[in-house]
């Protein structure tokens, strides 16, 4: 393809998701008045009415701080818990290793809603419902699998002589993955708890069913319930759907370099 | 540490035999070379001495201790790696260091450890270095300095001259044979040259499909080669074999004869028609004039090598090909007929059916 026509195609595709993208930002300062002009060019009048309904009244930051709260959590368990695993998985020879690591990935299949009603039962038995632990256990039965397998594939692709050389060099397998592997793997790590804290942040179903109130509600959660019996706050909907994208933006532009070497290191070589 | 092995096969999950039911002593500040081409099993024997793998059947005893189930960071032993496996993340005196460090060795002696071991192999400059920036000779020596500085029990060097280019290799086996004198440490070295395995060992142990061959002195293999693929396995160029019976001459002697060879026996103790393999190292054969030696031949192709020249040729009547080694000084060129002498002594004779050697 020509250059010019390569550029003409790439602008065109980036505008095709850019321009939802545009059209939140821009309606999210527009007057309610204008809310639905087609197209949505450059607001002139700019107001930040919608941004101040939400966090005042609204009191969105309350659910903005449940979904961090609940997505870290879960991140962080999630990793600390499925570095080791997928650790074992990639490199050590036990009976049942195959059927596991199938089992795992069948695991995180399951279609959520199926996952709703069980899981209902056993936090409302185990009195979880409506707290964080409510929703950060639920979510580790996807959260772990996504990051172990994640980092089952990255630890493959680590070279196998280098861990050799340390167990040769006296280094038990608990100091072999504290000392050479995890520094190695950084890069890995860094992607899969990336990507499992997206998932969390986003998550809905479970969110919606194991909540009671605005106290534990999440973000997503609370968007969904913005709207009213007789009408739809279609300018604050659209701050907040602003406002919850910003720190996912934050973490990817924070981390982009590390995602792109996550996902394709093994790649090239070198 | 004299380390044995004792009956020791390997199967890996998928059925590959790797190793099959090899016995194999290595005495104390031995060096054995294991030998053989690329799948034999010699990489396995290194790996199972290691604790890298565990043995299906067998034992491994080191020291006069069973250490069949030790694991691997309990066995004080070091290995240098093909790929040499340095740390990527760590600097070359982090390298160095690391096995010290596992031990709970003062940082204080490790540091002065590392320093002395640093210099006698004159890679000092290199230690704040990281691996990536180190060309392949000098990985080589960080990875050999991170064995020494350990002072194992043993060394276990799987190729380690393998991704050297040659005159490298051919330095550092040198510096690699004085290693072994000045420390006195039992080293078991695995490669696939046959040159580097005459050069380095006490003894080598060539191996094929899992089992040893041989093992014995390099001489020995080049002299006494105990069957016909340690005898073509070893020696550059190869050895020549020529399918040969015995027959009871005029006179009662026993003759050698086949493939347009015709020799008198080297041993009374033959079967009279029995088929045999004759060896006969190129280096073995001398020109003569045509009709003088033990057969003619016409010469097909000339390998100069500046000293001596690789002579391929063909004997005349039966066709068979045989190769030579002669000196440049001799005119030679392709398509004259030559006469061909065999040393007595440097012929070697197997039996064709199992090519275990006779005499």
Same mark, same amino acid.
């Given at each position: 393809?020509?250059?010019?026509?390569?550029?003409?195609?790439?602008?065109?595709?980036?505008?095709?998701?850019?321009?939802?993208?545009?059209?939140?930002?821009?309606?999210?300062?527009?007057?309610?008045?204008?809310?639905?002009?087609?197209?949505?060019?450059?607001?002139?009048?700019?107001?930040?009415?919608?941004?101040?309904?939400?966090?005042?009244?609204?009191?969105?930051?309350?659910?903005?701080?449940?979904?961090?709260?609940?997505?870290?959590?879960?991140?962080?368990?999630?990793?600390?818990?499925?570095?080791?695993?997928?650790?074992?998985?990639?490199?050590?020879?036990?009976?049942?290793?195959?059927?596991?690591?199938?089992?795992?990935?069948?695991?995180?299949?399951?279609?959520?809603?199926?996952?709703?009603?069980?899981?209902?039962?056993?936090?409302?038995?185990?009195?979880?419902?409506?707290?964080?632990?409510?929703?950060?256990?639920?979510?580790?039965?996807?959260?772990?699998?996504?990051?172990?397998?994640?980092?089952?594939?990255?630890?493959?692709?680590?070279?196998?002589?280098?861990?050799?050389?340390?167990?040769?060099?006296?280094?038990?397998?608990?100091?072999?993955?504290?000392?050479?592997?995890?520094?190695?793997?950084?890069?890995?790590?860094?992607?899969?708890?990336?990507?499992?804290?997206?998932?969390?942040?986003?998550?809905?179903?479970?969110?919606?069913?194991?909540?009671?109130?605005?106290?534990?509600?999440?973000?997503?959660?609370?968007?969904?319930?913005?709207?009213?019996?007789?009408?739809?706050?279609?300018?604050?909907?659209?701050?907040?759907?602003?406002?919850?994208?910003?720190?996912?933006?934050?973490?990817?532009?924070?981390?982009?370099?590390?995602?792109?070497?996550?996902?394709?290191?093994?790649?090239?070589?070198? | 540490?004299?380390?044995?092995?004792?009956?020791?096969?390997?199967?890996?999950?998928?059925?590959?035999?790797?190793?099959?039911?090899?016995?194999?002593?290595?005495?104390?500040?031995?060096?054995?070379?294991?030998?053989?081409?690329?799948?034999?099993?010699?990489?396995?024997?290194?790996?199972?001495?290691?604790?890298?793998?565990?043995?299906?059947?067998?034992?491994?005893?080191?020291?006069?201790?069973?250490?069949?189930?030790?694991?691997?960071?309990?066995?004080?032993?070091?290995?240098?790696?093909?790929?040499?496996?340095?740390?990527?993340?760590?600097?070359?005196?982090?390298?160095?260091?690391?096995?010290?460090?596992?031990?709970?060795?003062?940082?204080?002696?490790?540091?002065?450890?590392?320093?002395?071991?640093?210099?006698?192999?004159?890679?000092?400059?290199?230690?704040?270095?990281?691996?990536?920036?180190?060309?392949?000779?000098?990985?080589?020596?960080?990875?050999?300095?991170?064995?020494?500085?350990?002072?194992?029990?043993?060394?276990?060097?799987?190729?380690?001259?393998?991704?050297?280019?040659?005159?490298?290799?051919?330095?550092?086996?040198?510096?690699?044979?004085?290693?072994?004198?000045?420390?006195?440490?039992?080293?078991?070295?695995?490669?696939?040259?046959?040159?580097?395995?005459?050069?380095?060992?006490?003894?080598?142990?060539?191996?094929?499909?899992?089992?040893?061959?041989?093992?014995?002195?390099?001489?020995?293999?080049?002299?006494?080669?105990?069957?016909?693929?340690?005898?073509?396995?070893?020696?550059?160029?190869?050895?020549?074999?020529?399918?040969?019976?015995?027959?009871?001459?005029?006179?009662?002697?026993?003759?050698?004869?086949?493939?347009?060879?015709?020799?008198?026996?080297?041993?009374?103790?033959?079967?009279?028609?029995?088929?045999?393999?004759?060896?006969?190292?190129?280096?073995? *054969? &001398? =020109? #003569? !004039?045509?009709?003088?030696? +033990?057969? /003619?031949?016409?010469?097909?192709?000339?390998?100069?090598?500046?000293? %001596?020249?690789?002579?391929?040729?063909?004997?005349?009547?039966?066709?068979?090909? *045989? &190769? =030579? #080694? !002669?000196?440049?000084?001799? +005119?030679? /060129?392709?398509?004259?007929?030559?006469?061909?002498?065999?040393?007595? %002594?440097?012929?070697?004779?197997?039996?064709?059916?199992?090519?275990?050697?006779?005499?």
């Amino acid at each position: 393809m020509k250059p010019r026509l390569l550029s003409v195609a790439a602008v065109l595709f980036v505008g095709a998701f850019a321009f939802p993208v545009y059209w939140t930002i821009a309606s999210s300062f527009a007057p309610e008045a204008r809310l639905f002009d087609v197209p949505p060019l450059l607001p002139t009048d700019g107001t930040l009415d919608h941004y101040r309904a939400l966090l005042d009244p609204r009191q969105f930051w309350l659910p903005m701080r449940n979904s961090l709260i609940v997505s870290a959590a879960t991140t962080a368990l999630a990793i600390c818990l499925g570095t080791p695993a997928a650790y074992a998985l990639t490199r050590l020879t036990f009976r049942g290793r195959v059927p596991l690591l199938a089992g795992i990935l069948a695991v995180s299949m399951l279609p959520q809603i199926s996952l709703v009603p069980p899981l209902y039962l056993a936090l409302r038995a185990t009195h979880l419902i409506n707290t964080y632990a409510g929703l950060v256990l639920p979510y580790l039965s996807f959260a772990l699998p996504l990051s172990i397998w994640l980092l089952v594939g990255y630890f493959r692709q680590l070279p196998p002589e280098v861990e050799d050389a340390a167990l040769v060099d006296g280094a038990s397998r608990v100091q072999t993955l504290r000392y050479i592997v995890l520094p190695l793997a950084w890069p890995g790590i860094a992607t899969a708890a990336i990507v499992t804290f997206l998932y969390c942040w986003n998550e809905f179903i479970f969110a919606l069913s194991f909540t009671l109130g605005p106290e534990r509600q999440t973000a997503p959660v609370a968007i969904a319930l913005l709207r009213g019996r007789y009408q739809v706050p279609w300018g604050e909907i659209l701050a907040a759907a602003v406002v919850i994208t910003i720190p996912v933006v934050a973490v990817v532009v924070a981390f982009e370099r590390r995602i792109v070497e996550g996902l394709t290191a093994g790649a090239m070589k070198g | 540490m004299p380390i044995a092995l004792e009956g020791v096969s390997k199967v890996f999950p998928n059925g590959q035999i790797a190793v099959r039911d090899l016995t194999l002593e290595i005495g104390d500040g031995e060096l054995l070379v294991l030998v053989g081409p690329s799948g034999c099993g010699k990489s396995t024997v290194l790996r199972l001495i290691a604790g890298l793998e565990t043995p299906t059947s067998g034992r491994i005893v080191m020291d006069g201790r069973d250490m069949t189930s030790v694991p691997a960071h309990e066995r004080d032993l070091a290995m240098v790696f093909q790929s040499y496996a340095l740390y990527p993340h760590k600097s070359v005196a982090d390298n160095l260091g690391f096995g010290l460090r596992m031990r709970g060795v003062e940082r204080a002696t490790i540091d002065q450890r590392v320093r002395a071991v640093a210099k006698a192999l004159q890679i000092e400059r290199l230690l704040p270095l990281k691996p990536a920036q180190l060309s392949g000779g000098q990985r080589q020596r960080v990875a050999l300095g991170r064995a020494i500085v350990r002072e194992p029990r043993a060394f276990l060097l799987d190729e380690p001259l393998s991704n050297l280019d040659p005159q490298l290799r051919f330095d550092t086996r040198t510096e690699l044979a004085q290693l072994h004198r000045r420390l006195h440490a039992t080293m078991i070295h695995v490669t696939h040259d046959q040159e580097e395995a005459m050069t380095l060992g006490d003894r080598i142990a060539v191996m094929r499909d899992g089992a040893a061959e041989q093992i014995a002195p390099p001489l020995e293999v080049y002299q006494r080669p105990a069957n016909v693929f340690v005898a073509t396995f070893v020696g550059s160029p190869k050895m020549n074999l020529f399918d040969v019976t015995a027959t009871t001459g005029a006179g009662g002697a026993l003759v050698l004869s086949g493939s347009g060879v015709f020799v008198d026996a080297p041993t009374r103790r033959i079967e009279s028609g029995a088929p045999l393999l004759l060896g006969l190292r190129p280096r073995d *054969i &001398t =020109l #003569v !004039a045509p009709g003088q030696g +033990d057969a /003619v031949a016409q010469i097909d192709l000339i390998e100069p090598l500046g000293h %001596e020249a690789v002579v391929h040729a063909r004997i005349e009547g039966a066709g068979t090909e *045989i &190769t =030579l #080694v !002669a000196g440049v000084d001799q +005119d030679l /060129v392709p398509s004259t007929t030559i006469g061909l002498r065999f040393r007595r %002594e440097g012929i070697h004779l197997f039996r064709q059916d199992d090519g275990k050697r006779l005499s």
